[in-house]
């Protein structure tokens, strides 16, 4: 079975002009044991691809974290109270109020 990540346009958009005015390659997202509900998302920037990453265009996901969100959505909003990246992830069962910790079924 395919592991498969969607990215919206807004979140394409934002990744491509993150990665040219950062002076970074890479968009790496990450998932880490943590957070209020388990598992927390992370957000950074890469110059190198390791050799368990997949490659989303301009954004690389390692395997593992892969496993825990494929079939999420990768989204960039900017609100009132700021700009920011989500992932909306049906296997998420839980998270908390700030949205970046989250559990799985």
Same mark, same amino acid.
């Given at each position: 079975?395919?592991?498969? &990540?969607?990215?919206?346009?807004?979140?394409?958009?934002?990744?491509?002009?993150?990665?040219?005015?950062?002076?970074?390659?890479?968009?790496?997202?990450a998932?880490?044991?943590?957070?209020?509900?388990?598992?927390k998302?992370?957000?950074?920037?890469?110059?190198? !691809?390791?050799?368990?990453?997949? &490659?989303?265009?301009?954004?690389?996901?390692?395997?593992?974290? &892969?496993? !825990?969100?494929?079939?999420?959505?990768?989204?960039?909003?900017?609100?009132? !109270?700021?700009?920011?990246?989500?992932?909306?992830?049906?296997?998420?069962?839980?998270?908390?109020?700030?949205? &970046?910790?989250?559990?799985?079924?």
């Open positions: 079975m395919e592991k498969k &990540l969607e990215f919206t346009d807004s979140a394409k958009n934002q990744i491509e002009k993150i990665t040219k005015s950062e002076e970074k390659k890479y968009f790496r997202i998932v880490q044991g943590g957070g209020c509900s388990g598992f998302y992370n957000f950074s920037f890469d110059d190198k !691809i390791e050799k368990d990453d997949i &490659l989303f265009n301009k954004a690389v996901i390692d395997k593992q974290s &892969l496993n !825990i969100i494929a079939g999420s959505t990768v989204d960039f909003k900017k609100e009132m !109270i700021g700009e920011s990246f989500s992932i909306n992830n049906p296997k998420a069962s839980a998270s908390c109020g700030c949205g &970046l910790s989250f559990s799985v079924k």
